[in-house]
């Protein structure tokens, strides 16, 4: 299996042959953090980061990987970059691709929220980058999907119920149930998280529930992948509306506010009013009561979280919360895609 | 003495010994600089800088000692990193410090002046980060303490007593006379550089004479600590109203703009009134006739100089000013501490 | 020859010899890109990049070099690092450089447009930066020059016409003809490339034609140069305000829209008012007709290349554009200027 020179936009786009390599390097990579054959294997070379949105887990994992790599990450922001856009002079993505291309192995991405008009947009970015690049883009999540995230939790899940950190079994993730729900919320997040959980959990043979008040439905596409993927797998798939209805009997709980398909208007991503409509919802919030439902499951989000509102202090930092062991998981997947699409290893 | 994991706040709270450990460190760093024993110590490591308010000298010398000690900083800005704060949704201190403990072997923070609401505030913030961080918090500069300014002071004042560059001798400045001076100035800086100066100063034994208006008192606690460490190693602590007095027989004059104690309010920092009242006194600005009164005295500063205001052109370029040199030692010292509390060595 | 602790400020104040040799490293680098000869030529070194003024390029391949050759580049924004301004207390240029001596190899620093009051303050204030560091200052693009894009020009002209990709002839650019052509545009853009450009042409032997509407001319000491240049050479200067004659019979052609000499008034860089003067103008893109009169000639640009205005598609992305060859050589070249000036080699 060669990987090397591949895109990473979507996990779906991946075969399961190859994601499983890839997390089974991550895990590797887990165990012996800094062992030299994995530190030699992007040495004086540069990886870019373009942050067209901030972030906190992404620039630090990231950085990070490509150091631990022996490489470098250059944190480039597009307001430094005088590219071209619908109004202003500037650089063509063609142009910009194809000297990265000539400097670098691998390019970063991230793109969402309030930095495209449209939904699909920042996604539609990545792809143009991808057309004239001769080196990998990596999504470092854009409005639509956040593989390293995706990879990253399942690999959380896995080592929960396998052997533990660096020690994940997916065939124990096989007919265990995931419930995905909407949660209360003041920080009006985009879909990529929550989709690629979807999608990623589907595709290794997890039941998948997704639990949300009427008019907060996801992208058809992802529902589509995921009913594809559960179907394949002998899996069901299902929605419901009842904040309470999804617990019973989950091994994974993914409790999360998104926003609803009405986000993006007139070229603009509606922040203040996805806010308030999310504010007129109560009752949506992860708590031990109904974490108590479940068949002893573990609770899984892929921070920063919104604590209180999402979930409460005593599941967020209860002994079975995943969720620093999976933010620590973005730094080993991470490493493992760099390494298999931009280095020799 | 092992130092691997230590979170340096504010030298007061390191023993003697081991700060008098970390700064022979740093002597051999200054004279051996890239000596294979140093430049493998953090090698594919990854040290956070958090940079509240932005820095000069802070932000070079940090990121180059990560480099020579064959690590890489990562220049991190909270705006950038969506935390919760009185007024807006986001991550908490612990998840932040939780997830970062995963990626990195150490934190860096700066936070001072108009990014704290209250005096101590800053402070408070870096002992939370160390309350939850697995890893050592180092400060780059909080609105109470400069740990790694004040190393590099005394390790100028001890080089210029002892044997010159790389050969400080502690024991030459026992018993030698310290003149704090406020000065004019126009930037209304805060207390960090020059409390961490009273505190390390008196540690080592010298004399310490705090010259200053009337108003321009500082914090009581650094003055208790002070007068004690004055009082353990039979050395005078005095204070002064008049600008002139304290040069007589001085061996080290450290002349600096600083704000009062009424510079928050309402939970502002309050520049304009600060250096407006500043502006009301003249005649504190340290230049060659008072130099000539002291015991053939050096001048030191952490810079930047408010040249003109603080010290004349002829005395902070002169043949007796150790300002570069001790801004040079910025760098060895903070490469010791980031060695002995982070790698291996 | 030893280049060990020069700066660049414009290639002119460089001997032939000088650049040759440079050239002919960065040559060998792009060879040989990642020989163990280069890697280790600023291993744990920092270099110091000051951009007053953001950019695509210059920030990528400086950063880029930097670790290829095995060291650090640090990106430095001037906002954050409170120097003293003509209406801002801070720290003098005196001091910050000699600081900066002490921490770093070499400092490069970007200046122009509205970053600068009047022509030729920035490349004034990188020659005060030259009179007070210790390292070498590298110019990455004042007002004046941009001594690092010439070399990459010059050496990708001499692939074209010589043996290809890392096999420059810089014989095969004697008595060559180069047109620089002023083009349309809405970037308003600096005097810096292009006269580089020309500097470098004229040095090199190439016969100079400049093409502008009246009233577009160049800085008259870069005249002087050019016309020097080309005395000692044998070959011919001139100047035509006709948009298509320069064509006839060039070998290369270098279009690209700048400002007048009356961009600067009372102190401030007039864009709107260039930008209107600027788009008056029309006929002045170069196109695919306008190069069949050419000599077979290729088209370079320093790029970004405003694509439609100041060159067609057509010919930006043909077979005889060298703008993706020459982008990559800022690279190379850059690791050759930083070898020989910071490093052992």
Not at 89 to 114: C, F, N, P, Q, W
Not at 245 to 254: I, L, M, T
Request: net charge negative; aromatic share 10%; proline share 4%.
């Amino acid at each position: 299996m060669d990987l090397f020179g591949r895109d990473l936009i979507v996990t779906q786009e991946w075969t399961l042959d190859e994601l499983k390599a890839t997390l089974e390097l991550a895990a590797e990579m887990k165990r012996e953090r800094f062992h030299p054959r994995f530190t030699k294997t992007l040495e004086h070379k540069t990886f870019f980061m373009f942050f067209y949105n901030p972030s906190v887990r992404t620039r630090q994992s990231f950085e990070c990987a490509a150091t631990e790599l022996g490489g470098h990450a250059q944190f480039l922001q597009p307001e430094g970059m005088r590219l071209k856009t619908a109004t202003t002079a500037g650089e063509t993505i063609e142009d910009a691709a194809k000297v990265m291309s000539r400097y670098a192995v691998g390019i970063g991405i991230r793109i969402l929220e309030d930095k495209v008009p449209s939904y699909g947009a920042g996604n539609e970015l990545l792809r143009e980058y991808a057309r004239w690049a001769d080196i990998p883009i990596i999504n470092m999540a854009d409005d639509r999907f956040h593989p390293c995230q995706g990879l990253a939790d399942i690999m959380g899940w896995a080592e929960w119920f396998g052997g533990g950190p660096g020690r994940p079994d997916y065939e124990k993730l096989h007919g265990r149930n995931f419930l995905l729900t909407w949660a209360s919320g003041a920080l009006a997040r985009s879909w990529c998280s929550v989709q690629e959980a979807l999608i990623i959990a589907s595709r290794f043979g997890m039941n998948v529930t997704v639990a949300r008040p009427e008019g907060y439905d996801l992208d058809p596409q992802v529902y589509a992948w995921t009913q594809a993927n559960c179907e394949a797998n002998g899996a069901a798939f299902r929605t419901t509306s009842d904040p309470d209805g999804g617990y019973e009997g989950a091994h994974v709980v993914y409790s999360r506010n998104w926003v609803t398909p009405q986000a993006y208007q007139d070229g603009e991503f509606k922040k203040a009013a996805e806010q308030q409509k999310s504010a007129s919802y109560s009752g949506w919030t992860t708590n031990a009561a109904r974490m108590a439902r479940t068949d002893n499951g573990i609770f899984t989000h892929p921070m920063p979280v919104d604590r209180g509102l999402e979930v409460t202090d005593e599941v967020a930092s209860g002994p079975r919360s995943a969720i620093y062991d999976i933010a620590e998981n973005r730094l080993h997947v991470q490493k493992a895609v760099m390494a298999l699409t931009m280095g020799k290893i």
